[in-house]
């Protein structure tokens, strides 16, 4: 397959987009792409993914439709999922993430993706590389259950200094099943693991530090960047 084709595939039903490359604002005019995007982003807790999405949308929102959600889905069943963690483990709780995102996906982002929004979403196949990988399953039967789940048209996972990250973790009143269990340096080395396997899946990830308010505006100028030359080849085709 040729680098850089958005196609369907059958057999995993995968999307595949191979990988492009640098706050600048775009133009007014509020437009809707043919295919759509997909874009997740990822990365260990504390990281500023919650900033960085809301730093995306407000500089996305001049241009495109932006449709921003999460996972667990923000619905009854992805709730309850949430409310599960530390609760179930292994494989029982690896089950419910992937039903969850399987609702999420065909009842939220495909119909967003179809009306030709930019969907972005905190959290999706990168973490459970991460989070379910360490609580016990295997690399391979957490990719077996997620394999026939689209592909994102680009992966960002945030990555910064153990310090920072703690730090901002300090600052959070409750912190969860996973953010008590896992040490920062776990999770780090986790996502970096998860990045070169879903490459190897024909991901196209990025990875950005993402320690400072610098970084982060750097970082949203090269998603910008990489968002106009999907939308080129697109248009190419």
């Not at 995102?101 to 930019?118: C, K, Q, T």
């Amino acid at each position: 397959m040729q680098k850089g084709m958005l196609c369907r595939q059958n057999v995993t039903k995968c999307w595949f987009s191979g990988e492009r490359s640098g706050y600048m604002p775009f133009g007014i005019q509020i437009r809707r792409i043919k295919m759509g995007f997909f874009i997740t982003v990822e990365g260990p807790n504390g990281v500023g993914k919650s900033t960085f999405i809301k730093k995306l949308e407000e500089v996305f929102s001049s241009k495109y439709k932006i449709y921003v959600t999460r996972e667990p889905s923000d619905t009854e069943f992805g709730n309850y999922v949430k409310k599960n963690e530390g609760g179930l483990y292994g494989e029982a709780y690896a089950y419910l993430i992937a039903a969850d995102r399987s609702y999420h996906l065909n009842n939220y982002v495909e119909p967003a993706l179809d009306r030709g929004e930019i969907v972005i979403s905190d959290r999706y196949i990168e973490s459970s590389l991460v989070l379910q990988v360490y609580d016990g399953v295997m690399t391979e039967d957490v990719w077996r259950l997620n394999c026939s789940f689209r592909i994102p048209d680009l992966s960002i996972i945030l990555l910064g200094d153990e310090s920072t990250i703690s730090g901002r973790l300090c600052q959070r009143d409750i912190l969860t099943h996973f953010e008590k269990k896992l040490t920062r340096e776990d999770e780090i080395k986790g996502y970096i693991k998860a990045a070169k396997f879903l490459k190897d899946k024909g991901f196209n990830v990025v990875l950005f530090k993402n320690n400072t308010e610098t970084d982060m505006i750097n970082n949203i100028n090269k998603v910008r960047n990489i968002i106009i030359q999907l939308e080129g080849r697109i248009v190419d085709e």
